[in-house]
């Protein structure tokens, strides 16, 4: 099952994770007293320029969204003999992909299809999605035993959809930017999205145009609003508001399907009436914002151990899916079924956050750095990519 589970690289993020515009579009001035971008935009005629650095909070994001993301996947071999695991699996999908959509549109803000921008997006974006997709295709055939499964580019396979997505919203992000009211469009592309069931698997086209709005807000978010999310009155209020999420999915478990989580097929094709699929649209949308929200408000604004982390997100993501993936076609998770109880849940709920953070060291980074942010210089124009 195809799901995401996540931008964002050197600039975030999400996943950036490589969901993310160049190092130097995350960067904060040294004293944070102003909002970030403020502070970096503030080009006064005979200041001198401040020393920028990478913002904490903004890593801090995409380290502990993936870590939600790696742990979610491995919860879903799991969780199906408990109703308790099931309510925290719904909670989590809820906003972890929304979070980590939402800050790769605020860091995608600057794209404009200039030379420098299209030959990142190229790198960052494009390469990495060939190369993974063809290496998870490859792996189902020969690791899992699928010898006639397709190598295509068309239907991404599980988590190489957040590519082909992070692509197709950038490169729109013109066209978001000129419109007067873009995310009110953007809610009505993914509500008309989610009763059309004809768009068909092309490139998880329902998935791109369902978790649109999410991008679409990235886009049109400013500094101030994430100063405002981190505000300690928002944290106190997001309190009843997890719990209250926790209780309330307890109760929704045994009454909604999954699939209105993954965001990847229509109404009619959950076997649920065609106008079902506009309402959960916008209630998803309102849910996974108030959660985005509220997720937001919690994470660390100051350096931390895993800060440095946050570069490397894009590995994470793209690596940890072959751990779940090779553990489901071991029969892992069905050799050890002690691995569904309270104790395993909360053994696989560690083992694939550590996981998770080991593949978003530095080193893993440097490595795998030939397929996540390759320099193809001979590949593009240099007069092109100056300009």
Request: proline share 7%.
């Amino acid at each position: 099952m195809s799901k995401a589970p996540s931008e964002i690289q050197r600039a975030p993020i999400t996943p950036e994770s490589r969901e993310s515009e160049p190092r130097h579009q995350q960067t904060l001035t040294a004293p944070q007293v102003r909002p970030p971008a403020a502070e970096a935009a503030s080009g006064r005629t005979g200041a001198p320029a401040p020393a920028k650095r990478r913002d904490a909070y903004f890593d801090n994001v995409k380290y502990l969204a993936i870590v939600l993301v790696a742990v979610a996947h491995a919860w879903e071999p799991v969780m199906d003999g408990s109703r308790t695991a099931r309510a925290l699996y719904m909670v989590v999908y809820t906003f972890h992909m929304p979070a980590f959509i939402l800050v790769s549109g605020y860091f995608s803000r600057s794209f404009d299809m200039s030379s420098p921008k299209v030959k990142r997006l190229v790198t960052s974006v494009v390469v990495p999605y060939v190369l993974f997709e063809t290496a998870y295709s490859l792996f189902k055939r020969f690791i899992g035993g699928a010898e006639d499964f397709p190598i295509t580019l068309l239907d991404p396979f599980f988590l190489t959809w957040f590519l082909i997505a992070l692509f197709i919203w950038r490169v729109t992000t013109p066209i978001w930017q000129s419109l007067r009211h873009p995310l009110p469009v953007a809610l009505a592309i993914a509500v008309l999205a989610s009763v059309t069931p004809g768009i068909g698997n092309d490139l998880d086209l329902q998935r791109v145009c369902q978790l649109l709005p999410f991008f679409v807000l990235g886009l049109l978010m400013k500094p101030e609003h994430f100063q405002l999310v981190r505000r300690r009155e928002v944290r106190l209020l997001s309190l009843p508001l997890i719990a209250g999420a926790l209780v309330f999915a307890y109760w929704l478990e045994p009454r909604m399907r999954l699939g209105w989580f993954y965001r990847s097929n229509s109404a009619q094709e959950m076997d649920a009436p065609w106008w079902s699929g506009a309402v959960m649209t916008l209630a998803m949308f309102g849910c996974a914002l108030l959660l985005t929200v509220a997720f937001l408000a919690w994470v660390p604004r100051r350096h931390m151990w895993f800060t440095v982390l946050g570069a490397g997100t894009i590995c994470g993501y793209l690596l940890h899916g072959f751990l779940v993936k090779g553990a489901d076609y071991y029969d892992v998770f069905d050799h050890y079924k002690w691995l569904s109880g309270p104790v395993g849940l909360v053994v696989v709920s560690v083992v694939a956050a550590a996981a998770v953070t080991l593949l978003c060291t530095p080193p893993v980074r440097r490595v795998l750095r030939f397929a996540t942010e390759p320099d193809m210089n001979w590949a593009f124009r240099r007069n092109a990519v100056k300009r």
